[in-house]
């Protein structure tokens, strides 16, 4: 079965703190792993995949496969990071996805 | 980026009475759109594949009778909740995909059943 687990309903940091905001996954074929953000009052969002292996307002993103990981992670959070961060996986290439529970960021002054 | 409108932004309706949610794909044409709903505090649930010029599929536990789907063009999908009650109060969220790879999320409706 498709599974998505994030540990952390909410994390919180100062701004300029590393943040890294954890993903794990149950999949048993070759998933695809996704990033979406939703900002106060705004629509779910991509924020990055793993296939495009690239940095989105400075997060990046590794896709472990040995720990069945995806965590997110940026060197030095802004308070404009402040948002609901879920990771999904997606088995048919993006287009419809299994989403974790999200972890609601909040990055302090 | 491309835009997927949904209408009603928020709905409220009484016991056993239908409400139909739109999902439209503004700028580009869409053969497959999802539904999905959220919970207060919960993740987004994917309910039902919509697919144009044919019947939906509805993921495992979803009533297809209770929530039924009309893709009838490139662009609009709807999502009809028949005879709602309150439990079926929730954020409904359509996606649609332009290419294979990006799907475009609608800004969701609120729907409370009074």
């Known amino acids: 079965a498709q599974r998505v687990t994030q540990p952390e309903k909410l994390l919180s940091v100062f701004k300029g703190a590393p943040v890294e905001l954890k993903c794990n996954y149950s999949?048993?074929?070759?998933?695809?792993l996704f990033w979406y953000v939703q900002y106060s009052r705004q629509r779910l969002q991509l924020l990055l995949r793993?296939?495009s292996r690239e940095s989105i307002k400075g997060f990046t993103a590794d896709l472990n496969k040995g720990e069945t990981s995806f965590h997110l992670k940026k060197p030095f959070a802004q308070e404009e990071d402040s948002a609901m961060y879920y990771c999904?996986?997606?088995?048919?290439?993006?287009?419809?996805?299994?989403f974790g529970p999200g972890t609601r960021l909040s990055v302090l002054p | 980026g491309a835009v997927v409108s949904q209408h009603p932004s928020w709905v409220i309706c009484k016991s056993g009475t239908s409400v139909k949610i739109e999902c439209r794909s503004l700028?580009?044409?869409?053969?497959?759109m999802f539904w999905y709903r959220q919970f207060p505090k919960q993740s987004l649930m994917l309910m039902a594949t919509?697919?144009?010029?044919?019947?939906?599929?509805?993921e495992q536990g979803v009533e297809k009778d209770k929530f039924l789907i009309n893709h009838a063009s490139l662009t609009l999908s709807t999502l009809t909740v028949t005879s709602a009650h309150p439990e079926d109060s929730s954020f409904y969220i359509c996606?649609?995909?332009?290419?294979?790879?990006?799907?475009?999320f609608g800004q969701g409706t609120r729907l409370t059943v009074v």
């Open positions: 999904a996986l997606s088995s048919n290439y993006g287009q419809n996805f299994v």
């Open positions: 919509s697919n144009e010029g044919s019947k939906a599929t509805y």
């Open positions: 999949y048993s074929g070759s998933p695809e």
């Open positions: 700028d580009f044409q869409a053969t497959t």
């Open positions: 793993h296939i």
């Open positions: 996606s649609a995909s332009r290419t294979a790879t990006e799907a475009f």
